[in-house]
């Protein structure tokens, strides 16, 4: 069986608008969301081999942020990640090495959102429609799958076992 975390990057900020938007850091909500994410993932006892994450700033300080929460064997920065469609993000999710049973994405809207539209098979109603309605900021779906290698993985093929967004936790603070 594998298993599925997508996450989008935290709030960023448009302050600056001299920067170029790869370069584009947090704001104030995104450094306060991320780490609470973070904590979402340590009590799904989610603790992924690899992270595939995009290289732009946001996602980088995202990473950053929760890893006092998860703790990763491997991370990998993927220019593949950046600002890239569903399709892009699910080809290189089946391009996987063998072995890494648990993966953490860490991406962009509107590829993020669509790639957990594009696994989802089953799971609850109702985070299913939340789902479908939108992938907020630092937003976090987790899926498993019955496959047990990732270039066997198969659209619809996932079970949405969680789907958490900062405004969630705050909710239940």
Known sequence: ??????????????DATDIDDFDRPLND??????????????ELNFVPDIVLCSPAK???ETLSLITSAVKAAEVTFDEQLYLTSQEMLYGRLKSTPVGRKRVLMIGHNPGMHGLA??????????????LEDKFPTAS???????????????PASG????????RDRAANA
């Open 1 to 14: 069986m594998l298993s599925l975390a997508l996450l989008r990057h935290a709030k960023s900020s448009w």
């Open 29 to 42: 909500r995104g450094r306060s969301a991320a780490p609470v994410m973070g904590e979402a993932l340590k």
């Open 58 to 60: 946001r996602t980088r």
């Open 117 to 130: 539209l594009f696994l989802t098979g089953t799971g609850d109603v109702k985070s299913i429609s939340r």
């Open 140 to 154: 976090l779906a987790v899926f498993t799958f019955p496959q047990t290698a990732w270039q066997d993985l198969l």
């Open 159 to 166: 079970h949405l076992e969680a789907f958490i967004t900062p």
